[in-house]
């Protein structure tokens, strides 16, 4: 995966004649890759770093001669983070683009706004972003952890740390939110405590003087707080100057997802706990050169997040499948990506697995520290047990459902 300067240059240049090239020798002799992303709006946060992650590897790819001789022609469009332009761009790429695989997505609705395009044109798509999970479609590739990779160990992790039983949660209110709230309360149970209780937010709400009178007459040991986006970051600044942060230890299931642990100063940060597959903070050679390429194509690395990463995956474990499959067809590629590829890099080893479609990852441990994310612990290849134990795609290859995966 590595990139030097030139050829990074080499294949600026060849991006650039191939330009110069007719439309129709264009079209004959790219792969067009497709990307749907928020870029602008509320979620840009989330969506330009993966917009970036996903041109790096694109570029990476091309500058090592493309795939199968061919170059990759970017398709790409900004929903300005409004929902039903999902709905618009899947159909411009399936049907006049013609894209050979899509990338995309960012909340589940986005995921599910295009999801059954994807499907219905045979376009093979890559989710790349933590969720909920429970997807099974034989069409899509879900390169984000799920609750049981990440929760499982977060929770039961914290509960210790907080050294008590009693947990409040404060999620979003949306799919993501209230499922991973129900695992939370499992994962809770499981370690012998008890969810006091469970508060959900639309994602525009930004005062929450009234939860955190609510939390303080609970009296939790901990908060677990799935909260998702901008104007949910007031919480934290919201709970830190009422002075409590120091008093109830907070974990979260989504903060630092989109390096919103940066906006929060040291003060309102630090010390809450994270589990995740990635950090800008690992300390390992393969970070240390992803960070390198990264700055060579764009400068100050700090936009890096573990979603963009999860993005950059994403495009190399599909191009690793065409490789293998040495096509583009997309039945081949499935098929080809079903034989359990891994791809390293930054975050270490990402691992499809073939019954779900779903991806094997290392999870991290961790706390924030001055507007880090300082490892704790890191287990290893953790694979998505929760939906392998709803979706089998190896021997129900025709299933298309999101299951609510019974807690």
């Not at 989330?46 to 990476?60: Q, S």
């Not at 694979?383 to 709803?390: L, M, N, S, W």
Request: proline letters at 4%.
């Amino acid at each position: 995966m590595s990139l030097n300067r030139r050829k990074f240059i080499g294949s600026t240049a060849a991006l650039a004649g191939a330009a110069m090239l007719p439309r129709a020798v264009l079209a004959a002799d790219t792969i067009k890759v497709g990307s749907i992303l928020d870029t602008s709006g509320i979620f840009d946060a989330y969506g330009k770093p993966m917009d970036m992650a996903f041109r790096l590897a694109i570029n990476e790819i091309n500058g090592a001669g493309g795939l199968l001789g061919r170059q990759l022609e970017v398709k790409a469009y900004d929903t300005q983070s409004d929902m039903a332009l999902y709905s618009q761009y899947a159909q411009q790429l399936t049907r006049q683009d013609k894209v050979d695989v899509v990338h995309g997505g960012i909340l589940s609705a986005s995921r599910e706004a295009i999801r059954q395009t994807m499907r219905k044109t045979n376009t093979l798509y890559f989710y790349n972003v933590q969720y909920e999970g429970g997807v099974c479609d034989r069409n899509i590739f879900c390169n984000g952890v799920t609750p049981a990779q990440q929760a499982e160990v977060l929770v039961p992790w914290a509960m210790k740390e907080a050294g008590g039983k009693k947990v409040y949660t404060l999620a979003a209110d949306y799919n993501y939110g209230q499922i991973t709230a129900r695992w939370i309360q499992k994962f809770v149970q499981d370690a012998g405590g008890e969810v006091v209780a469970t508060d959900f937010f639309p994602l525009d709400v930004a005062d929450f003087g009234a939860t955190i009178a609510k939390i303080q007459t609970a009296a939790p040991d901990l908060i677990v707080a799935p909260l998702v986006g901008g104007a949910h970051l007031s919480f934290f600044r919201q709970w830190a100057a009422s002075g409590m942060k120091d008093k109830i230890p907070l974990a979260s299931t989504t903060l630092g997802v989109g390096n919103e642990h940066k906006v929060l100063t040291p003060e309102e940060g630090d010390g809450i706990m994270v589990a995740y597959s990635y950090s800008q903070d690992l300390d390992t050679p393969a970070n240390i050169a992803f960070k390198e390429r990264w700055s060579a194509a764009y400068g100050d690395p700090s936009a890096l997040h573990e979603l963009a990463v999860s993005t950059y995956y994403g495009v190399h474990t599909w191009a690793k499948g065409v490789e293998l499959a040495g096509s583009v067809d997309h039945d081949a590629v499935v098929k080809a990506l079903e034989t359990g590829i891994s791809v390293d890099g930054p975050a270490g080893k990402y691992t499809v697995d073939p019954k779900t479609h779903h991806t094997t990852v290392d999870v991290h441990l961790m706390k924030f520290k001055d507007q880090k994310m300082n490892v704790i612990e890191t287990l290893q290849q953790r694979p998505p047990i929760d939906t392998q134990a709803v979706c089998d795609l190896e021997a129900n290859p025709d299933d298309n459902t999101q299951y609510e995966i019974q807690i």
